[in-house]
T-cell receptor
C-alpha cells in the first residue's frame, strides 16, 4: 500500500524559530512536492524536487528552503518562522498520480 | 499568480441534487487530474484526463476535458452525503513536473 508520511500532524512554534517538516515516501518516486493549503487559496506549491539534491521553486518559495539528500525524504525548512506561515502543509510524491501525506498543521505564535 | 481558477468556491446542495465544478486554465494543459479532499483529510486522486474533449465516468461522477485543453469540469449526479468534501483540479503543462492546482470547490450536501 502506497504511503507518504509526515513527521508531525500538529506543530506549535514561536516566531523566529527554525522549523523542520519532514516527509517520507515508500514508493521510490523521483518527484516530491511541498504545498501549503489555506482557506480560499487552494493548494499552493512551495518547492518541488525531481531527483535527489535537485529542487525547484514553486509559486511561493519565499521564507522556505528544502533539502533532498535521499530519494525517499524531502524536508521543508522554515528558516525563521513568522505568523503568516501558520498553515496546513502537505507533502506529496508522484510518478503520474500525486500521493499526499496526512498534512502538518503548523501554528506560529 | 493563480494559473488555474476553479468555480464556485463553495456549493451547498440538497441531497439528490446535481453538482458541477469548473476549472479554467490560462494556458494549455497536457493533462488534468481531479482530487477529492474529505473534511480533515488529505487530497486523494480521482481521475486523469489526457485527450482533448475526453469524457470519463465513475459511477455518478462525470469528468470532461475541454477541446482546447484549457478547461475541465466535474459533474456529480444525485449527490449523496458521502460526496461532501473539497474537489480540486490539477493541471500539468507539456514541460516540467509541476502540477497547478485549482483553488478548489467545497461541497456541502444537506440531508
Amino acid at each position: 500500500d502506497v504511503k507518504v508520511t509526515q513527521s508531525s500532524r500538529y506543530l506549535v512554534k514561536r516566531t523566529g524559530e527554525k522549523v523542520f517538516l519532514e516527509c517520507v515516501q515508500d514508493m521510490d518516486h523521483e518527484n516530491m512536492f511541498w504545498y501549503r493549503q489555506d482557506p480560499g487559496l487552494g493548494l499552493r506549491l512551495i518547492y518541488f524536487s525531481y531527483d535527489v539534491k535537485m529542487k525547484e521553486k514553486g509559486d511561493i518559495p519565499e521564507g522556505y528552503s528544502v533539502s533532498r539528500e535521499k530519494k525517499e525524504r524531502f524536508s521543508l525548512i522554515l528558516e525563521s518562522a513568522s505568523t503568516n506561515q501558520t498553515s496546513m502543509y502537505l507533502c506529496a510524491s508522484s510518478f503520474i498520480i500525486q500521493y499526499f501525506g496526512p498534512g502538518t498543521r503548523l501554528l506560529v505564535l | 499568480g493563480q494559473q488555474v481558477m476553479q468555480i464556485p468556491q463553495y456549493q451547498h446542495v440538497q441531497e439528490g441534487e446535481d453538482f458541477t465544478t469548473y476549472c479554467n486554465s490560462s494556458t494549455t494543459l497536457s493533462n488534468i487530474q481531479w482530487y477529492k479532499q474529505r473534511p480533515g483529510g488529505h487530497p486523494v486522486f480521482l481521475i486523469q484526463l489526457v485527450k482533448s474533449g475526453e469524457v470519463k465516468k465513475q459511477k455518478r461522477l462525470t469528468f470532461q476535458f475541454g477541446e482546447a485543453k484549457k478547461n475541465s469540469s466535474l459533474h456529480i449526479t444525485a449527490t449523496q452525503t458521502t460526496d461532501v468534501g473539497t474537489y480540486f483540479c490539477a493541471g500539468r503543462r507539456d514541460t516540467g513536473n509541476q502540477f497547478y492546482f485549482g483553488t478548489g470547490t467545497s461541497l456541502t450536501v444537506i440531508p
